[in-house]
């Protein structure tokens, strides 16, 4: 077996510059999440709104930004990693100077719809920007880490500010803090960042991005709000799948084809299933904490916040020796026991009220599943995607990502639901983590066979 050498692995200062800038933004789409999630409630007093109304301050967020990821990739194909990064950075900063000074509720929707927008051109540029410049093998790889372990670093900093902020200062302010440090952002990714030449012809087929946008959006919107409108999300997703359906059959018969990506489909399903698994996982023990051992949100938010540190430190340390000893499809398959481990590790937990089985399964999901597995699925998607397909590659990595952790929220809700509130919530928080369970060793046998 060679050994690799470290010099294929070192980066020059522009690759660490372009390395720093494509961080930014799974960095600021992270953290806007969980601060959100963190905040809401004051949100809601300070609007003078509903808990459940405040809900969807997150869920347009998540609806903008899964629909439009695939857009964001087609994008970065057609007009450049460099635009579309640029404009991405520059409406995510718009939206949330515009969220800073909201007074009204219609507004900071339109705000969170933009920032939605935003990180969904932002993300698949930087994503792009790593397989452009970055040599696919153990430099690629180990950029990827450290990729994701600014998912990571923005995750935890938004729990460990979104309550503080909200507390103590005023809440707008957990959008505030984006303006200035995305103000650098962009003045380092206009003088960094080189300049493209066109050299995709492939037209933008317009109608066609437009379709798949409207569709992506309507299956996000089912997803996302089935818990909530009940039977009702049932047409939206079937109408979304025979859009879809009516979508491919329409590009298979034009000259250049859409959707022409030679991508893993098992990496496609794995990236869904984790992220099904994975934000279903925090979910639970979230709720968990908060219904089984009474503890409060804030507290939560604490406990959780180290595990997140933990996984940034992963990322960047443990992960690249992972990658040089096992092939990328085995680290995938680790991750993936460890989610397995960690849920029935919660569900052990949650029969028996003790603390140190929600500890344990916090380290197996949010310090080492989350840091292996996110890298490795995006790794296994762009291996072998021409240079002038990777935008689409990693912009449909990112959505089938995206809408997993809408699926994989819907289906908890469904099993929590299942029971009345007179009864035992053990059982129901149980069937729960069962479900979660299922999805993990699903992901596993897809993994099976994985050659990369």
């Known amino acids: 077996m060679t050994v690799p050498n ?10 660490h510059i372009l390395l720093w800038l494509a961080c930014s933004a799974i960095f600021f789409e992270a953290f806007d999440v969980s601060v959100v999630n963190l905040a809401l409630p004051v949100m809601a007093t300070s609007l003078q709104i509903s808990l459940a109304s405040a809900q969807w301050i997150q869920t347009i967020y998540l609806l903008s930004f899964g629909g439009c990821l695939l857009l964001g990739g087609r994008l970065c194909d057609y007009a450049g990693s460099r635009r579309i990064f640029l404009t991405g950075m520059a409406v995510f900063g718009g939206a949330s100077a515009l969220a800073l000074v909201s007074s009204h509720v219609s507004w900071l929707l339109l705000a969170r719809s933009g920032q939605g927008v935003g990180a969904a051109l932002a993300m698949p540029a930087g994503i792009s920007l790593l397989a452009r410049y970055f040599k696919e093998g153990l430099q690629r790889q180990k950029a990827l880490s450290i990729f994701g372990a600014f998912a990571a670093i923005g995750f935890a900093g938004g729990l460990a500010l979104g309550g503080t902020i909200a507390a103590w200062f005023d809440w707008h302010w957990i959008f505030g803090v984006n303006v200035p440090v995305i103000a650098g952002v962009l003045m380092a990714a206009y003088s960094y960042i080189p300049k ?48 879809g359906t009516c979508l491919i059959r329409f590009d298979r018969r034009q000259e250049q084809p859409f959707f022409q990506i030679p991508i893993m489909t098992g990496a496609l399903g794995a990236s869904f299933l984790l992220g099904a698994c994975f934000l279903s996982f925090v979910f639970l023990c979230t709720l968990s904490l908060y219904e089984l051992m009474h503890w409060n949100i804030r507290t939560t938010g604490l ?9 940034a430190l992963v990322s960047q340390f443990g992960l690249p020796r992972l990658f040089r000893r096992m092939r990328v499809a085995q680290v995938g398959r680790l991750a993936m026991i460890c989610l397995l481990g960690g849920v029935l590790l919660l569900m052990a937990g949650i029969c028996t009220h003790q603390l140190p089985w929600f500890l344990v399964a916090l380290f197996l999901v949010n310090s080492c599943c989350i840091a292996i597995g996110y890298p490795a699925f995006t790794i296994l998607s762009l291996s072998g995607v ?27 809700g469904c099993c929590l639901s299942s029971f009345t509130s007179g009864q035992d919530a053990r059982y129901a928080l149980c069937l729960a983590g069962g479900v979660i369970a299922a999805g993990c060793v699903a992901a596993l046998i897809l993994l099976t066979g994985g050659r990369n």
């Open 386 to 412: 021409p240079p002038a397909q990777q935008g689409m590659a990693a912009g449909l990595q990112s959505a089938t990502y995206s809408v997993g952790t809408g699926v994989g929220i819907s289906a908890v």
């Open 196 to 243: 493209e030449e066109r050299k995709n012809t492939t037209p933008l087929n317009l109608p066609t991005v437009c379709w798949l946008t409207a569709t992506l959006l309507l299956f996000c919107f089912g997803v996302h709000e089935g818990s909530r409108i009940g039977w009702w999300s049932i047409p939206c997703l079937v109408g979304a799948l025979v859009s």
């Open 303 to 311: 406990l959780l916040f180290p595990y997140s540190i933990g996984s």
């Open 6 to 15: 470290e010099k294929d692995q070192a980066f020059s200062q522009r690759q």
